[in-house]
């Protein structure tokens, strides 16, 4: 599985972006998709989880901004992002797990200024 993101920009403080990640084959299977990012000089940390059942998870700092959706159909994950902040700034990287493998697909760059 190959998984693309895109959807990143510039945007000032207070707008919204929605991320994309499109897999190459069917993620119907997929037990977990996920977004992280890395800010510059920072460690890779987690924004988002959807889990098969439909449950889902976020970093307190997303939490109320965020939303992380499927379509299976299109085999794509979301990442709905309102109310962006500077130190939302930083690289998102999706993350696939079909078990027993994970993958992770390319990053897209937020930035977030005035």
């Known amino acids: 599985v190959q998984l693309q993101a895109s959807g990143g920009g510039l945007v000032q403080p207070g707008g919204s972006l929605r991320l994309s990640c499109e897999a190459s084959?069917?993620?119907?299977?997929?037990?977990?998709m996920a977004w992280y990012r890395q800010a510059p000089d920072n460690q890779r940390e987690f924004v988002a989880r959807?889990?098969?059942?439909?449950?889902?998870n976020y970093a307190d700092s997303a939490k109320g901004r965020f939303t992380i959706s499927r379509d299976n159909a299109r085999n794509t994950v979301y990442l709905q992002m309102n109310n962006l902040k500077p130190e939302d700034t930083a690289v998102y990287y999706c993350?696939?797990?079909?078990?027993?493998?994970?993958?992770w697909g390319s990053g897209t760059l937020v930035t977030v200024s005035s």
């Open positions: 084959g069917s993620i119907s299977r997929a037990d977990v």
């Open positions: 959807s889990r098969s059942g439909g449950g889902t």
């Open positions: 993350y696939v797990q079909i078990l027993p493998n994970a993958y």
